[in-house]
């Protein structure tokens, strides 16, 4: 078992950055890997970006336009989303997730966080 938390979401302006952390524990393998999701009101779930729990290997949305960056800390057991020039369509519940290989699909994931709310204003 994997157990997710996250933190950091909130209300900010079109402009402003965000970072967001999500706190891994369980039984965890070097091999995971650690992604970010997020759903916007009355939209699907999509992917944000994804990094392996033991490598440097990233991989992001395409719409993110760099303005993301995912990171970890392996010796907290943290994964973060720094989210910068965020702008009001980045409005969602940001959700980790771990799963076995990196994929943009949320049903490769079998372990989610409870999600955090970000809210951006224009």
């Known amino acids: 078992q994997v157990q997710l938390v996250e933190s950091g979401g909130g209300l900010v302006q079109a402009g402003d950055s965000l970072r967001l952390s999500c706190e891994v524990s369980?039984?965890?393998?070097?091999?995971?890997?650690l992604a970010w999701f997020r759903q916007p009101p009355g939209k699907e779930r999509e992917f944000v970006a994804s990094?392996?729990?033991?490598?440097?290997?990233?991989q992001y949305a395409d719409f993110l336009k760099d303005r993301f960056t995912i990171s970890r800390d392996n010796a907290k057991n943290m994964v973060y989303l720094q989210m910068n020039s965020l702008k009001p369509e980045d409005t969602a519940v940001y959700y980790c997730?771990?799963?076995?290989?990196?994929?943009?699909?949320?049903?490769?994931?079998?372990?989610w966080g409870q999600g955090t709310q970000v809210t951006v204003s224009s």
């Open positions: 997730a771990a799963g076995p290989h990196a994929s943009p699909f949320s049903g490769d994931y079998g372990y």
């Open positions: 369980g039984r965890t393998n070097s091999w995971f890997t």
């Open positions: 990094i392996i729990w033991s490598g440097e290997n990233t």
